[in-house]
C-alpha cells in the first residue's frame, strides 16, 4: 500500500495506519504523564495497562504482512529527542521496583538472566516509537508503519514485553500477598549467573512497596 493511499484514509478511524498511530500517540503521552510524578500512587498499574495496550499495537504490526517502504532510503527527521530527562524521572519514581531480572531469548538454551531496569525499557521503547511518529506527523505513513514494524521486531517489542512482565509480577505479588525478591544493589552493568542472580535477591515483603506505588494487597 503505497503513502498516497494510506495518507487519503488517514481520518478514516477504523484504518489500520490510524490505529495503530493512536495507540502508540496515546502510549507516547501517558508515560510522559507518569514521568511526570504527579500521581506516583498510579504510576504502576497504569503502566500495566499501557504496556498491555501498545503490545496489542505491536501485536497487529506483527501480524500484519511485511510493509515496504516506498524509498530506498529513510528520509532524514531531524535530530532524534532526548530520552534521558524522562528515564531519570521514571527511574526516581519507580527506584523501588525499578531493576528486575531478565532472560531476552527464551528460545536460547542455558540463557543466563540478566539485571533490566523498567526505567530504561521505556525509555528505549519511546525512542522507537517518537522516530516512527516524526515520519507519520510528516506525511510519511507507509515510513511510519514499516519503522513501527521493523523495531518491534529488533528491539521495542521484546523490550516492552519484558517492562509489561516486571510490572505484571510486581502486581501478582502484591495482590496475593506473596513475598517479593528485593534487588536492590543489582547493577544492570553486571553480567551474573543464575546462582549470583539468587544470592543478591534478599527478602522484602510486597507491602512495603504497596503503598507507595497505589497498589492494595487483597485481604
Known sequence: MSD????????????????????????????????????PDSAVPF????????????????????IVPDERYEPDIGPEPDVDDLRQKLAALLEPIDVYSEVFDPYEPRKAPVACRISDDLADVLADLRHGMAHYRAGRTTEALWW??????????????????ALQSLVAHVRLNQPLDDLDGLDTDEDLAEEALAEAAGKVMAEEIAGPLGLRTVK
Open 4 to 39: 498516497a493511499t494510506l495518507n487519503a484514509v488517514k481520518d478514516d478511524p477504523d484504518d489500520f495506519a490510524v490505529q495503530i498511530s493512536d495507540q502508540i500517540e496515546s502510549f507516547l503521552v501517558a508515560v510522559a504523564e507518569v514521568a511526570k510524578g504527579d500521581e
Open 47 to 66: 503502566l500495566l495497562l499501557e504496556l498491555s495496550q501498545l503490545l496489542f499495537a505491536g501485536g497487529r504490526l506483527g501480524a500484519h504482512e511485511d
Open 148 to 165: 513501527w514494524q521493523f523495531s518491534y521486531f529488533s528491539n521495542w517489542g521484546s523490550t516492552a514485553s519484558g517492562a509489561l512482565r
